[in-house]
């Protein structure tokens, strides 16, 4: 098992372009979330699914939008890259029910917006 | 909403020694879960333990162990025998009991650095 995997790890991007972070695990979870962490803080949600078909806001959703594709994966889309995105993207999945319905993360992907 | 609050940037200890890592939170819940991650250099975000709010009992795995203060809203991670391997940030987290989403509300982070 693989469990979480993001796609890519580095990412440098120019103010204005737009990209897709990829997520998948294959741990058969309905849940996925998208968190971002910026230096000496905790990470803060931006967007999750609590079962395939669905989406919800975060803490900071402004900027972002998700697609939850299928049960495995949930990508992460930067319309317009702000200087402000810059940051480390983590993406995590667990399992509603399971016992403490504990969070698995990916590895992360670094974005830097010039 | 609730709040997560990690009064100590940074941390160091003696390798051998045992530190207590600092968590309180804010919430109107008699229920929910706390969770304390370690991210080494690496970035990989690592459950190190977990507790119940309904359980008395503090948890303990190998040489982690909390100390949970229920009505204090308090939550410390104790480290004893410290190796260099423990050297990362430390996570403070808390998730609501009936939370639908099952979404984490973390804290800012504790930098443990470890001497050899």
């Known amino acids: 098992n693989a469990g979480v995997t993001q796609t890519p790890k580095f990412q440098v991007l120019k103010t204005g372009q737009s990209m897709t972070l990829q997520c998948a695990q294959d741990?058969?979870?309905?849940?996925m979330y998208w968190y971002r962490q910026d230096p000496g803080m905790g990470l803060r949600l931006i967007y999750y699914?609590?079962?395939?078909?669905?989406?919800d806001k975060g803490e900071v959703p402004n900027g972002y939008n998700v697609s939850r594709l299928n049960k495995r994966e949930f990508s992460l889309r930067l319309e317009s890259a702000a200087p402000s995105q810059t940051s480390v993207y983590f993406c995590?999945?667990?399992?509603?029910?399971?016992?403490?319905?504990?969070?698995?993360f990916g590895p992360g992907t670094r974005l830097t917006v010039l | 909403a609730q709040t997560v609050t990690q009064s100590q940037p940074e941390m160091s200890v003696q390798e051998a020694e045992t530190v207590t890592l600092s968590c309180t939170y804010d919430t109107s819940e008699s229920d929910y879960y706390l969770f304390w991650y370690k991210q080494p250099p690496s970035r990989q975000m690592i459950l190190v333990i977990r507790q119940e709010a309904y359980k008395q009992q503090n948890a303990t795995e190998n040489r982690f162990s909390v100390n949970f203060q229920k009505a204090a809203k308090s939550f410390s991670l104790k480290i004893s025998d410290s190796q260099l391997g423990d050297a990362a940030m430390y996570f403070c987290?808390?998730?609501?009991?009936?939370?639908?989403?099952?979404?984490?509300?973390f804290g800012g982070g504790t930098r443990l650095m470890v001497k050899p």
């Open positions: 995590a999945s667990s399992e509603i029910g399971a016992a403490y319905n504990e969070q698995f």
């Open positions: 987290a808390y998730r609501s009991f009936n939370n639908a989403g099952n979404m984490l509300t």
């Open positions: 699914s609590a079962s395939e078909g669905t989406t």
């Open positions: 741990m058969n979870h309905n849940s």
